[in-house]
C-alpha cells in the first residue's frame, strides 16, 4: 500500500468546500428581482377590513345557528337522543304542559293527576310563595329607603344648625372699653 495523496481535498483542506453555496448562488435565491421570500405586509385598511369581514362572518355564523336552533332545536334534540342514548335527556318532552298563572292554582289536587302533573303543581306553589318573598322583600326595601331618606334629612339638619354661627343675644348691651386709669402720684 502506497501513501499518496489524492487529488481530491481532504475535509481540512483550507478554501470553501464545495457543500457551501456561493454568494451568487444566494444572490440569485434572495436578491431584489426575486419576490418569492419578500414579505409584504398589507397596510392597516387591509388588515383591519379582512379582521371586520372575519368578525361580521363569524357573527352571522353565530345568528343563523341561534335562529336555527330555535326553528328546528326539537327535532334536533330529537335525533341527538335517539343517536346517542345516554344524551336521552336532551330529548323534548312528549307533550308539553300548558302553564297556569299560580294565583289560579287550587290548594288540593286530585289524586289522579300524573307525577309530571304534581311537580308541576309544587313547582307553582313554590313559585307563589316565591313571589310572595320577593313582594314582601321590595316592600322592606322601600321602608329601608325612606328610613335613609330621613336619616339623611336629619344628619343634614344638624349640621345646617352646626355650621351656623350662634345669634346674638338681643338684650345685651354692648360693651365699651373703659380707658384706663393713671397711676396715682406719691405724696411728697
Known sequence: MSSTLSPTRSEFSTGTPATEPSVAALHRLFGPNND????????????????LARFL??????????????????AARQMIASSFP???????????V????????????PASRSPDQQQLNALLIDVAGLRQSVDQ??????????NITKLQTAEQDILDRISAPPPRPAGAPARTPVPPTPPARPVR
Do not use: H
Open 137 to 146: 322583600l321590595a316592600a322592606s326595601q322601600e321602608q329601608l329607603t325612606r
Open 86 to 96: 345516554q344524551l336521552g335527556w336532551l330529548a323534548p318532552q312528549a307533550a308539553p
Open 36 to 51: 418569492r421570500f419578500l414579505s409584504k405586509r398589507p397596510s392597516f385598511g387591509k388588515r383591519a377590513s379582512r379582521a
Open 57 to 74: 362572518i363569524t357573527f352571522c355564523i353565530g345568528v343563523a345557528a341561534t335562529l336555527a336552533w330555535q326553528s328546528y332545536g326539537d
Open 98 to 109: 300548558a302553564q297556569t298563572a299560580p294565583d289560579m292554582i287550587s290548594p288540593a289536587a
